[in-house]
Protein backbone atom coordinates (compact mmCIF):
# COMPACT_ATOMS: atom_id res chain seq x y z
CA UNK A 1 0.00 0.00 0.00
CA UNK A 2 1.51 3.32 -1.28
CA UNK A 3 0.83 5.91 1.60
CA UNK A 4 2.25 8.52 -0.60
CA UNK A 5 -1.04 8.39 -2.89
CA UNK A 6 -3.37 8.55 0.06
CA UNK A 7 -4.68 11.29 -0.80
CA UNK A 8 -6.62 10.54 -3.22
CA UNK A 9 -10.36 9.18 -2.15
CA UNK A 10 -10.87 5.27 -2.91
CA UNK A 11 -13.05 3.29 -1.00
CA UNK A 12 -12.39 -0.75 -0.36
CA UNK A 13 -15.01 -3.05 -0.18
CA UNK A 14 -14.27 -6.39 1.08
CA UNK A 15 -16.36 -9.48 0.52
CA UNK A 16 -15.01 -11.40 3.03
CA UNK A 17 -16.42 -15.20 2.16
CA UNK A 18 -16.05 -18.42 3.82
CA UNK A 19 -13.07 -19.57 1.56
CA UNK A 20 -11.74 -16.59 0.01
CA UNK A 21 -11.45 -13.03 0.07
CA UNK A 22 -12.08 -10.48 -2.77
CA UNK A 23 -11.86 -7.11 -2.53
CA UNK A 24 -12.14 -3.82 -4.41
CA UNK A 25 -11.09 -0.47 -4.21
CA UNK A 26 -13.38 2.07 -5.92
CA UNK A 27 -14.52 5.55 -6.28
CA UNK A 28 -17.04 7.49 -4.80
CA UNK A 29 -19.52 6.57 -7.69
CA UNK A 30 -18.48 2.55 -7.74
CA UNK A 31 -16.04 2.64 -10.36
CA UNK A 32 -13.24 -0.19 -9.49
CA UNK A 33 -9.81 1.49 -8.90
CA UNK A 34 -8.02 -2.02 -8.34
CA UNK A 35 -8.84 -5.42 -7.03
CA UNK A 36 -7.27 -7.67 -4.95
CA UNK A 37 -7.26 -11.63 -3.77
CA UNK A 38 -6.88 -13.13 -0.24
CA UNK A 39 -7.80 -15.88 2.07
CA UNK A 40 -11.10 -15.67 4.61
CA UNK A 41 -11.21 -13.30 6.83
CA UNK A 42 -13.94 -15.84 9.07
CA UNK A 43 -12.18 -14.84 12.43
CA UNK A 44 -15.01 -17.40 14.05
CA UNK A 45 -14.08 -20.22 12.28
CA UNK A 46 -10.22 -19.85 11.66
CA UNK A 47 -9.19 -17.22 14.15
CA UNK A 48 -7.82 -13.95 14.37
CA UNK A 49 -4.38 -14.63 13.14
CA UNK A 50 -5.44 -16.03 10.40
CA UNK A 51 -8.06 -13.34 9.55
CA UNK A 52 -6.00 -10.57 10.39
CA UNK A 53 -2.98 -11.87 7.79
CA UNK A 54 -5.76 -11.88 5.41
CA UNK A 55 -6.47 -8.66 5.60
CA UNK A 56 -2.93 -7.27 5.79
CA UNK A 57 -2.20 -8.83 2.25
CA UNK A 58 -5.70 -7.20 0.89
CA UNK A 59 -4.09 -3.93 1.57
CA UNK A 60 -0.53 -4.91 0.84
CA UNK A 61 -2.03 -5.69 -3.08
CA UNK A 62 -3.30 -1.86 -3.12
CA UNK A 63 -1.89 1.27 -4.93
CA UNK A 64 -3.21 3.88 -2.15
CA UNK A 65 -4.63 3.76 1.59
CA UNK A 66 -7.93 4.02 1.30
CA UNK A 67 -10.19 6.97 2.50
CA UNK A 68 -12.65 3.93 4.53
CA UNK A 69 -13.14 0.38 4.09
CA UNK A 70 -16.19 -2.01 4.32
CA UNK A 71 -15.93 -4.90 5.11
CA UNK A 72 -18.51 -7.89 4.89
CA UNK A 73 -17.99 -11.26 6.46
CA UNK A 74 -19.32 -14.54 6.00
CA UNK A 75 -18.80 -14.96 9.83
CA UNK A 76 -21.18 -12.77 11.08
CA UNK A 77 -25.12 -12.04 10.57
CA UNK A 78 -25.58 -8.50 11.56
CA UNK A 79 -23.41 -5.65 12.38
CA UNK A 80 -20.31 -6.61 13.75
CA UNK A 81 -19.93 -5.82 17.67
CA UNK A 82 -17.24 -3.06 17.97
CA UNK A 83 -14.27 -5.20 19.68
CA UNK A 84 -14.86 -7.85 17.03
CA UNK A 85 -14.16 -5.37 14.38
CA UNK A 86 -11.59 -3.70 16.43
CA UNK A 87 -9.65 -7.01 16.70
CA UNK A 88 -9.75 -7.91 13.47
CA UNK A 89 -8.61 -4.46 12.09
CA UNK A 90 -6.31 -3.11 14.84
CA UNK A 91 -2.97 -1.96 13.83
CA UNK A 92 -4.01 -2.52 10.11
CA UNK A 93 -6.47 -0.06 9.42
CA UNK A 94 -5.94 2.29 12.79
CA UNK A 95 -7.20 6.04 11.24
CA UNK A 96 -9.27 4.77 8.64
CA UNK A 97 -13.00 4.43 8.80
CA UNK A 98 -14.30 1.08 9.05
CA UNK A 99 -17.29 -0.89 9.36
CA UNK A 100 -18.41 -4.57 8.86
CA UNK A 101 -21.24 -6.63 8.53
CA UNK A 102 -22.59 -9.90 7.02
CA UNK A 103 -21.65 -10.86 3.34
CA UNK A 104 -25.56 -10.75 2.88
CA UNK A 105 -25.67 -7.37 3.52
CA UNK A 106 -23.43 -5.89 1.17
CA UNK A 107 -24.88 -8.42 -1.41
CA UNK A 108 -28.11 -6.63 -0.85
CA UNK A 109 -26.14 -2.35 -1.21
CA UNK A 110 -24.87 -4.17 -4.23
CA UNK A 111 -28.49 -4.62 -5.66
CA UNK A 112 -28.83 -0.68 -5.26
CA UNK A 113 -32.38 -1.25 -4.90
CA UNK A 114 -34.92 1.06 -2.53
CA UNK A 115 -37.64 -1.30 -2.28
CA UNK A 116 -37.92 -4.30 -1.01
CA UNK A 117 -34.90 -6.73 -1.82
CA UNK A 118 -33.83 -9.97 -0.83
CA UNK A 119 -30.14 -11.89 -1.77
CA UNK A 120 -29.76 -16.09 -1.36
CA UNK A 121 -26.18 -16.80 -0.92
CA UNK A 122 -24.59 -20.67 -1.93
CA UNK A 123 -21.05 -20.89 -1.42
CA UNK A 124 -19.33 -22.38 1.30
CA UNK A 125 -21.61 -21.63 3.32
CA UNK A 126 -25.43 -20.62 2.19
CA UNK A 127 -27.42 -17.99 3.87
CA UNK A 128 -30.79 -15.58 2.80
CA UNK A 129 -31.79 -12.08 3.90
CA UNK A 130 -34.06 -9.37 2.81
CA UNK A 131 -35.48 -6.26 3.80
CA UNK A 132 -38.40 -3.89 2.76
CA UNK A 133 -36.50 -1.01 1.62
CA UNK A 134 -33.00 0.08 1.72
CA UNK A 135 -31.73 1.03 5.72
CA UNK A 136 -34.52 -0.82 6.87
CA UNK A 137 -33.82 -3.34 9.09
CA UNK A 138 -32.35 -6.59 7.77
CA UNK A 139 -34.64 -10.56 8.04
CA UNK A 140 -32.18 -13.68 7.68
CA UNK A 141 -33.09 -17.24 7.31
CA UNK A 142 -30.81 -20.19 7.14
CA UNK A 143 -26.71 -19.19 8.73
CA UNK A 144 -26.68 -21.84 11.27
CA UNK A 145 -23.03 -22.92 9.43
CA UNK A 146 -21.62 -26.27 8.49
CA UNK A 147 -22.68 -28.22 11.71
CA UNK A 148 -26.51 -27.15 12.28
CA UNK A 149 -27.70 -25.90 8.62
CA UNK A 150 -26.04 -24.53 5.24
CA UNK A 151 -28.46 -26.42 3.37
CA UNK A 152 -27.80 -26.29 -0.11
CA UNK A 153 -24.29 -24.61 0.65
CA UNK A 154 -20.94 -26.17 -0.89
CA UNK A 155 -20.61 -28.06 2.30
CA UNK A 156 -24.28 -29.63 1.51
CA UNK A 157 -23.29 -30.87 -1.55
CA UNK A 158 -19.97 -32.00 -0.77
CA UNK A 159 -21.32 -33.90 2.13
CA UNK A 160 -23.70 -35.28 0.69
CA UNK A 161 -21.49 -36.29 -2.36
CA UNK A 162 -19.23 -37.99 0.01
CA UNK A 163 -21.81 -39.72 1.50
CA UNK A 164 -23.55 -41.05 -1.59
CA UNK A 165 -19.89 -41.86 -2.71
CA UNK A 166 -19.20 -44.39 0.20
CA UNK A 167 -22.91 -45.78 0.68
CA UNK A 168 -22.27 -46.85 -3.41
CA UNK A 169 -19.24 -48.43 -2.59
CA UNK A 170 -20.38 -50.79 0.30
CA UNK A 171 -23.79 -51.24 -1.32
CA UNK A 172 -25.92 -49.24 1.27
CA UNK A 173 -26.87 -47.21 -1.87
CA UNK A 174 -27.01 -47.13 -5.42
CA UNK A 175 -23.84 -47.50 -7.22
CA UNK A 176 -22.20 -44.31 -8.07
CA UNK A 177 -19.07 -42.84 -10.24
CA UNK A 178 -19.26 -40.15 -7.08
CA UNK A 179 -17.08 -43.46 -5.50
CA UNK A 180 -14.13 -43.12 -7.97
CA UNK A 181 -13.87 -39.51 -8.41
CA UNK A 182 -13.92 -39.26 -4.38
CA UNK A 183 -11.23 -40.87 -4.33
CA UNK A 184 -9.80 -39.21 -7.66
CA UNK A 185 -10.55 -36.01 -5.60
CA UNK A 186 -8.72 -36.64 -2.39
CA UNK A 187 -6.31 -38.52 -3.37
CA UNK A 188 -7.13 -42.17 -2.36
CA UNK A 189 -6.52 -45.47 -3.90
CA UNK A 190 -9.22 -47.14 -2.44
CA UNK A 191 -12.31 -45.38 -0.58
CA UNK A 192 -10.53 -47.27 3.16
CA UNK A 193 -7.91 -44.68 2.75
CA UNK A 194 -10.18 -41.78 2.92
CA UNK A 195 -11.08 -42.41 6.74
CA UNK A 196 -6.98 -41.34 7.35
CA UNK A 197 -7.41 -38.63 5.19
CA UNK A 198 -10.44 -36.86 6.72
CA UNK A 199 -9.77 -38.72 10.38
CA UNK A 200 -5.99 -37.75 10.76
CA UNK A 201 -6.35 -34.74 10.96
CA UNK A 202 -10.21 -33.94 10.19
CA UNK A 203 -10.90 -32.16 7.60
CA UNK A 204 -12.13 -28.51 7.17
CA UNK A 205 -15.41 -27.84 6.10
CA UNK A 206 -14.30 -25.90 3.63
CA UNK A 207 -11.99 -28.89 2.04
CA UNK A 208 -15.58 -30.63 1.87
CA UNK A 209 -16.94 -28.34 0.15
CA UNK A 210 -14.37 -28.13 -2.47
CA UNK A 211 -16.26 -31.18 -3.31
CA UNK A 212 -19.31 -29.74 -4.43
CA UNK A 213 -17.85 -28.41 -7.91
CA UNK A 214 -17.30 -32.44 -8.44
CA UNK A 215 -20.56 -33.64 -7.94
CA UNK A 216 -21.93 -30.32 -10.08
CA UNK A 217 -20.35 -31.46 -12.87
CA UNK A 218 -21.09 -35.06 -12.78
CA UNK A 219 -23.29 -36.65 -15.13
CA UNK A 220 -24.55 -39.34 -12.55
CA UNK A 221 -27.74 -40.26 -11.74
CA UNK A 222 -26.96 -39.90 -8.16
CA UNK A 223 -25.13 -36.78 -7.80
CA UNK A 224 -27.96 -34.81 -10.23
CA UNK A 225 -30.36 -35.68 -7.74
CA UNK A 226 -28.20 -34.46 -4.98
CA UNK A 227 -27.88 -31.15 -6.77
CA UNK A 228 -32.08 -31.08 -7.18
CA UNK A 229 -32.04 -31.98 -3.47
CA UNK A 230 -29.76 -29.64 -2.13
CA UNK A 231 -31.15 -26.87 -4.31
CA UNK A 232 -34.75 -27.88 -3.34
CA UNK A 233 -33.76 -27.58 0.57
CA UNK A 234 -32.23 -23.72 0.07
CA UNK A 235 -35.04 -22.57 -1.87
CA UNK A 236 -36.89 -23.92 1.07
CA UNK A 237 -35.06 -21.54 3.24
CA UNK A 238 -35.66 -18.50 1.00
CA UNK A 239 -39.29 -19.03 0.92
CA UNK A 240 -39.45 -18.61 4.37
CA UNK A 241 -37.60 -15.06 4.31
CA UNK A 242 -39.96 -14.11 1.46
CA UNK A 243 -43.32 -14.85 3.22
CA UNK A 244 -42.05 -12.23 5.55
CA UNK A 245 -41.35 -9.52 2.41
CA UNK A 246 -44.06 -8.36 0.03
CA UNK A 247 -44.96 -10.03 -3.25
CA UNK A 248 -42.93 -7.78 -5.21
CA UNK A 249 -39.51 -8.21 -3.59
CA UNK A 250 -36.41 -8.42 -6.03
CA UNK A 251 -34.41 -11.53 -5.25
CA UNK A 252 -30.43 -11.37 -6.24
CA UNK A 253 -28.12 -14.80 -6.14
CA UNK A 254 -25.03 -15.04 -5.58
CA UNK A 255 -21.72 -17.44 -4.38
CA UNK A 256 -19.85 -19.77 -6.65
CA UNK A 257 -23.08 -22.29 -6.69
CA UNK A 258 -25.18 -19.64 -8.09
CA UNK A 259 -22.37 -18.07 -10.78
CA UNK A 260 -20.64 -21.12 -12.05
CA UNK A 261 -22.95 -23.94 -12.08
CA UNK A 262 -25.95 -23.24 -13.88
CA UNK A 263 -27.61 -26.79 -13.25
CA UNK A 264 -27.89 -25.74 -9.11
CA UNK A 265 -29.02 -22.51 -10.58
CA UNK A 266 -31.87 -23.61 -12.35
CA UNK A 267 -32.74 -26.37 -10.05
CA UNK A 268 -33.07 -23.73 -7.29
CA UNK A 269 -35.18 -21.28 -9.06
CA UNK A 270 -37.20 -23.93 -10.23
CA UNK A 271 -37.78 -25.12 -6.47
CA UNK A 272 -38.13 -20.93 -5.88
CA UNK A 273 -41.13 -20.82 -8.08
CA UNK A 274 -40.33 -17.37 -8.65
CA UNK A 275 -37.98 -15.31 -10.77
CA UNK A 276 -34.54 -14.84 -9.36
CA UNK A 277 -31.18 -13.40 -10.53
CA UNK A 278 -27.41 -13.12 -10.29
CA UNK A 279 -26.24 -9.61 -9.11
CA UNK A 280 -25.00 -7.65 -11.87
CA UNK A 281 -22.63 -5.89 -9.57
CA UNK A 282 -20.72 -8.10 -6.88
CA UNK A 283 -20.83 -7.85 -3.36
CA UNK A 284 -17.65 -6.25 -2.99
CA UNK A 285 -18.42 -3.15 -4.96
CA UNK A 286 -21.45 -2.92 -2.55
CA UNK A 287 -18.85 -3.06 0.05
CA UNK A 288 -17.52 -0.33 -1.39
CA UNK A 289 -19.97 1.69 -1.77
CA UNK A 290 -21.10 0.93 1.87
CA UNK A 291 -17.34 2.42 2.68
CA UNK A 292 -18.40 5.84 1.23
CA UNK A 293 -21.47 6.05 3.61
CA UNK A 294 -18.62 5.86 6.65
Known amino acids: MNSSDNHINAYLGIDGGGSKTTAVLCNAQGNVIA ?18 ASLQDIL ?16 LANEAPPEE ?18 DL ?4 EAMQCQGPSAVVIAGTGSMCAGRTAANEPILHTGGWGWL ?16 AALRGYEGSGPATALTAHACEFYGANVPE ?10 KLHNE ?19 VQHCAADLAKTAKALLRRLPADTQIGLWGGLFERRENYRQAFIEALGVQASVLAMPPAVGAALAATKL
Not at 193 to 202: A, C, M, Q, R, S
Open 148 to 163: LGDEGSGFHLGWEGLR
Open 35 to 52: QAKAGSLNYRALGYDIAR
Open 208 to 226: IAAFARVVSNLDDPVACTI
Open 85 to 102: LQALTQGILDGVPAGMNS
Open 193 to 202: DLLDIFYNPN
Open 60 to 75: HQLPCTPTAVFIGNAA
Open 105 to 108: YIAL
